[in-house]
C-alpha cells in the first residue's frame, strides 16, 4: 500500500457545531508511529446520503479510510447503515458481539437493557470485528477492491485503544518499524531547522509529532534502520542535553527516575497550574515513593498561610514574580519535607493581565539540595488551558536539566 494514502471521515452532526474533533488527532499520532500519515480529514453530520458520498469520495483517492462516529444505539447513528448500503452488504446480527455488550452493561449495574441496543450488535456482512474494551461500539475492519474502510467509535477513550490496535496489525502485516527519537524542551522549529537537511540529504523520510512535553522524531523502517548509530551521534551532538534518546518516556516518568535514582522528595507549590503538575506527576504508579505532594495555594491568603510567603514581597512585587516564586518554592521545600521543590506561578487569563503582567506570564522556582534556588521566566502562548499546560512541562523540563 502507499503509506500517504490515508485518510479519515469523522462523523457527528455535533462536529459541525460546537464539538472539538480530538478523533484525527489521535488516529494521526497513532498511525504516523506505522509508516502512515493522514492526509485528508473530513467532517459529515448525521446524514446517511452525506456519509456515503464522502466515503465514496474517499476511497477513490486514498487506500485506508477511517470513519469515526456514528456506532452508537441511537436512531441517528448511521455509519454502519450507510457503509453497509454502500458497499452492497447485509447487516448481520452477532450473538457474540450482543453477549459481550450486554455483560458490560450489566457490570455496569444496568439491569433493564434497551432493546435499542441491540443496533451495535449488527455487523457488516464480511467485517472484521475490533474489540472495544472501554464501551460497547465494535468497530470494524472491511476490505474492498484493494481498500480498507476503518470504523471506529467516535468517544476518545473508545477510539484510542481502539486504533493501536490496529495499527499494531498494520505493522505486523507489513513488517514496519518505526524508530522514535526523543527531544525535550525546545520548539518544533528548532528541532526541524536542525534535522531537515541531515535527515533530508541521507534520503530518510520523518514525521515531527509534537507536544508540550516532548518533541518526537518518527523514522519508518521496512527493517533494520542501519544508520541508527549515526543518526544518535548527529542527535547528540546538535541537542546535547536536549536529547532524550531512542524511544524515551514521558516526561514525568524520566523525572520519576531520575528522583528515585538520587533519592530524591519532591514537593511543589502550585498557583495558576491549579495542581495540575500535581496530578500528572500521580498519574504514574509509584510515584508516592519520590512526590511528597503539591500545594495548591490559589490565593495570596493561602499563599501567606501555608508556604510563608512574606504579606510585604506580595504587596510589593505582587503573586505573579520572581521574588514570590522563589518564596513558595523555598516553602514547599521546607513544608514537604522535600530535597527538591518546583514552584509555579503566572498569569493564565483571560483575566487579570497588565501591560507590565501579560497573560502568559509565568514564573517557575527550582529548588535544589543545599539551599540552592533558581527561578525562571517564561511568557508562554495559547489560551488559558495551554498556558497551564505548558507552564506544567516547562517545570518539568527545567528540574530534569538540573537533575543531570
Known sequence: MNKNSAEVVCVGSELLYDRINTDINIISRTMAKTGYSIRRCTIVGDDKKEIQDVVSVALKRSDIVFITGGLGPTSDDLTRE???????????????????????????????????????????????????VVGTAP????????????????????????VKTFAERIKDAEEIKTYCFGISGLPESVVEDKINRFLTEKGIRYTILASPQIIEILIPSPGVLTSVPEIEDFLINSFAENYLGMNPPTLPVIIGNLLKAKKLKLAIAESCSGGLAGKILTDIPGSSEYFQGSFVVYS?????????????????????????????????????????????????????????????????????????????????????????????????????????
Open 82 to 132: 450507510a457503509i453497509a448500503e454502500l458497499l452492497k452488504k447485509k447487516l448481520v446480527f452477532s450473538e457474540d458481539v450482543w453477549e459481550t455488550i450486554y455483560s458490560r452493561l450489566h457490570k455496569r449495574g444496568i439491569k433493564e437493557i434497551p432493546e435499542i441496543n441491540k443496533r451495535q450488535a449488527y455487523i457488516i456482512e464480511g467485517a472484521e470485528v475490533i474489540i472495544n
Open 139 to 162: 468497530g470494524l475492519i472491511l476490505n474492498t477492491k484493494k481498500k480498507m474502510l476503518v470504523l471506529l467509535p467516535g468517544p476518545p477513550a473508545e477510539l484510542s485503544p481502539m
Open 300 to 404: 495570596n491568603i493561602l499563599k501567606k498561610r501555608v508556604l510563608g510567603v512574606p504579606k510585604s514581597v506580595l504587596k510589593k512585587y505582587g503573586a505573579v514574580s520572581k521574588t514570590c516564586a522563589l518564596y513558595m518554592a523555598k516553602g514547599a521545600k521546607k513544608k514537604g519535607k522535600a530535597d527538591v521543590s518546583i514552584s509555579i506561578t503566572g498569569i493564565a487569563g483571560p483575566s487579570g493581565a497588565t501591560p507590565e503582567k501579560p497573560m502568559g506570564l509565568v514564573y517557575i522556582g527550582i529548588g535544589l539540595p543545599k539551599n540552592k534556588f533558581y527561578i525562571h521566566k517564561f511568557i508562554f502562548p495559547g489560551d488559558r488551558n495551554r498556558i497551564r499546560e505548558r507552564a506544567v512541562y516547562q517545570a518539568l523540563e527545567l528540574l530534569r536539566k538540573y537533575l543531570i
